[in-house]
């Protein structure tokens, strides 16, 4: 039997070793484990490569965001818009930080945020706005970075698993995704679009004012060296890392190139299989493809479906099993099961596929078959 994995960094790796040794053993040999000059020219390559002015790196992109949220000197009982079909992360650092999160629906088209819903969260007390830039595909930006300057809220952009992927403003402009709200931020845990050997993560921003606030919340409130100007955190991208994800970025775009390839392999196998919805590609956004995720009709057994993909070798993991507001840790008395009917139903019936850089025709050729072989 085969075994397919979910993603493949061991063939990615062998593809690019003698670069990515190359670099770590420069590492070895200066020592400077800690802000070499690794991280800083990585930083301007992500800038570059983003056409954002400031680029930060932090620990992982959990820190990201609560950096985010730290910049923004955001208060106790300030209220922050965010999707509730998502990571944890998202609302786990809103919670730390002793915001208020307030959860709303997605689109069942493209899973990401629903403006109309954000439109009807807005309180006197909202602040900011956290859309997720779910799977590979961009939430409605245009519309969010209305609502925003309307109501004079900020935007963070959860850029954690669509990094290279662009938007494209009515008026024809592109703006890669990260970059367009007030703050941007990103993850480099190692499946991810951009993935280095360990942990890391970025934030972005082109306000210079937000990038020193956030370089010193991530220093542990300093500016000036054991002068603490705030309470700050501890959170850097080390110089390994950095090193790795220098040679990584050279191959962004052609990583998701082969990912958008991979889907639409999927896509045309699944065509005919009406209990089956392969994933909308929004027109403002091109798709790259963090998660492969079907939705399955009401009537499939999805647990049959994923045991017998699991028989043959293949992994199909649900992302996300749980609404947020249905999680132990974040339940509140102002949500109820049947609140957020999309995502609740997104949650019940998605199941994801394996989708990764290093796809080979032969493998999406023996998923699609068993996957057709289960309908037929
Ligand atoms: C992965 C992820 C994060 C967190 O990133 P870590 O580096 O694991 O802390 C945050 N948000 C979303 C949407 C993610 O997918």
């Keep these: ?199 890391g993560g970025a934030i972005f921003t082109n306000n210079t004012e937000l990038a020193e606030r956030l370089k010193s919340a991530a220093n542990h409130g300093m500016t000036i060296r054991y002068h603490h100007d705030r309470v700050g955190i501890n959170s850097r991208l080390d110089t390994i890392q950095a090193a790795i994800l220098s040679v990584k970025l050279k191959y962004l775009d052609q990583y998701n190139q082969a990912r958008q390839k991979a889907a639409l392999y999927y896509r045309e196998a699944f065509a005919d299989i009406k209990e089956i919805t392969t994933p909308k590609e929004y027109e403002n956004s091109n798709h790259i493809y963090h998660q492969y995720t079907l939705v399955l009709d009401e009537n499939v057994n999805r647990e049959a479906l994923q045991s017998y993909l699991k028989e043959q070798g293949i992994p199909a993991p649900i992302y996300y099993p749980i609404p947020l507001h249905l999680q132990k840790a974040y339940q509140d008395a102002r949500y109820k099961e049947g609140d957020f009917p999309v995502t609740e139903h997104l949650c019940k019936n998605v199941i994801s596929l394996p989708i990764h850089t290093e796809m080979k025709e032969e493998d999406l050729k023996y998923i699609t078959d068993k996957v057709k072989a289960f309908f037929n």
């Design 1 to 199: 039997m085969r075994m397919i994995p979910m993603v493949d960094l061991k063939s990615q790796y062998e593809n690019i070793k003698q670069e990515i040794d190359k670099s770590i053993s420069n590492v070895l040999n200066h020592t400077q484990f800690i802000n070499g000059a690794e991280v800083s020219q990585f930083q301007s390559e992500l800038s570059d490569y983003l056409k954002v002015k400031h680029t930060i790196t932090c620990g992982n992109g959990t820190d990201a965001l609560q950096l985010a949220m730290m910049a923004l000197n955001l208060k106790p009982g300030d209220e922050v818009i965010t999707a509730n079909f998502t990571f944890v992360a998202t609302v786990e650092v809103i919670g730390l930080m002793g915001l208020t999160p307030v959860l709303v629906d997605v689109s069942p088209d493209t899973f990401t945020i629903d403006t109309e819903a954000v439109k009807k969260a807005i309180t006197p007390k909202t602040k900011a706005i956290v859309p997720v830039h779910l799977f590979g595909q961009a939430a409605p930006m245009e519309d969010i970075l209305e609502l925003a300057k309307e109501h004079n809220l900020y935007v963070i952009e959860d850029t954690a698993q669509a990094l290279g992927a662009e938007y494209t403003f009515k008026d024809g402009t592109r703006k890669k995704l990260g970059t367009i709200g007030d703050i941007g931020t990103t993850s480099f845990f190692p499946s991810k679009n951009l993935g280095c050997y360990g942990d």
